[in-house]
């Protein structure tokens, strides 16, 4: 096992501003907007600056923290011949030490629940982690014990690139993320029960996990047989998810995601000033600016959604840090961030 140093600094607020700022002046007038839509979704989730050092230490309920890293990975081709090269960082005493894929596998092998964070596009490593201990230190505070795991995939935001190739080239992404992630939750012991928190395009990677799980395949690649044939308890959070609202219907990307959950909690604030230009500027539906359809409600799976307005405690906000801040919101995902109890759960009419 190696040590892993711990995330750089990120640049000053200044300093990424002033680049935005020459990039905008540079380029063509027919790409300037999306310039201004990369300064703004800077400015909006805090993805400018990182704010306070990371912490290895993520509350009473989070007994350790785990950073699952993809760079290294490729995101086509043979998937499942670069499963063990998934960089995986464990905090302890001394820092950050390096683990191999099978010792991760021996480590988290308890009845301990694991709960996996996949955070949202333009999200370096500092900020990432950050949101990953708010997350599970705060969320989870009170929780019984649990191990939180950050999947941190490469989505940092590039200057000179146009912010709609980015954004396509994370939604495609999605199904080498999907492939790896839910290679490592069939490989988990048959004792270690699963909670999967996604933000924002980070939710794609989440639903698209169980689906595969479901399918036994994820873009035309099989996944490996399960550890045990026993069903794996597992619950799913999507927070202001940037995912198309009839995907998770019968036909759609992702209408097998359900059968894999006990049950599964939704946020959508019709206020989002981020979804709402993602709606504009690529023509899509999200499902975290008005939740679910109303079919919704007669529909057999969906029985197994709970969803609410988030828009009351965030306002017009996409930093998943003012969910994670919020008591009225984290009331409602605690008990999915930790091992859920009871079921029962039932859909609620998104509010007009």
């Not at 995330?7 to 310039?35: K, Q």
């Not at 990953?132 to 995939?153: D, H, N, S, T, Y």
């Not at 979804?275 to 029985?303: C, K």
């Not at 197994?304 to 017009?316: E, L, M, S, T, W």
Request: hydrophobic share 40%; net charge positive.
């Amino acid at each position: 096992m190696n040590q892993w140093d711990s995330p750089h600094s990120a640049r000053p607020p200044s300093l990424v501003l002033m680049a935005l700022a020459r990039l905008i002046a540079n380029v063509r007038r027919a790409d300037a907007a999306w310039c201004w839509a990369a300064l703004l979704v800077a400015v909006l989730t805090g993805t400018a600056w990182g704010g306070g050092d990371a912490c290895c230490h993520c509350g009473p309920g989070c007994v350790d923290l785990w950073v699952i890293n993809t760079r290294g990975v490729p995101c086509c081709g043979d998937l499942s011949a670069a499963l063990d090269r998934l960089a995986i960082f464990h905090c302890e005493p001394g820092g950050w030490v390096r683990y191999t894929r099978q010792q991760f596998l021996t480590a988290t092998d308890s009845s301990l629940p694991v709960c996996f964070y996949v955070h949202g596009i333009f999200s370096d490593e500092r900020l990432a982690l950050k949101q990953a201990g708010e997350l599970f230190g705060k969320v989870g505070a009170g929780l019984p014990p649990f191990r939180g795991v950050l999947w941190k995939w490469p989505s940092e935001f590039e200057c000179g690139v146009s912010v709609r190739d980015q954004v396509e080239r994370s939604n495609a992404a999605t199904q080498s993320q999907a492939f790896y992630m839910a290679s490592l939750i069939a490989d988990l012991g048959p004792r270690v029960p699963v909670s999967l928190v996604g933000h924002s395009l980070g939710c794609r990677t989440v639903v698209a996990t169980l689906q595969g799980l479901a399918s036994r395949e994820i873009a035309g690649q099989p996944l490996a047989e399960p550890a045990s044939a026993a069903r794996r308890p597992i619950q799913a959070v999507l927070v202001a998810p940037a995912i198309e609202p009839f995907s998770l219907w019968p036909g759609g990307q992702y209408d097998s995601a359900l059968s894999q959950v006990e049950r599964m909690l939704i946020t959508y604030n019709p206020g989002d000033r981020v979804l709402r230009t993602y709606e504009h500027f690529f023509d899509r539906r999200p499902l975290g600016l008005r939740g679910l359809p109303q079919p919704a409600v007669a529909a057999g799976s969906f029985e197994k959604v709970r969803q609410f307005n988030a828009n009351p405690a965030v306002g017009k906000r996409h930093v998943p840090s003012v969910y994670f801040d919020s008591p009225a919101v984290a009331v409602r995902m605690r008990g999915y961030v930790g091992r859920a109890r009871g079921s029962g759960f039932r859909v609620q009419n998104p509010e007009p």
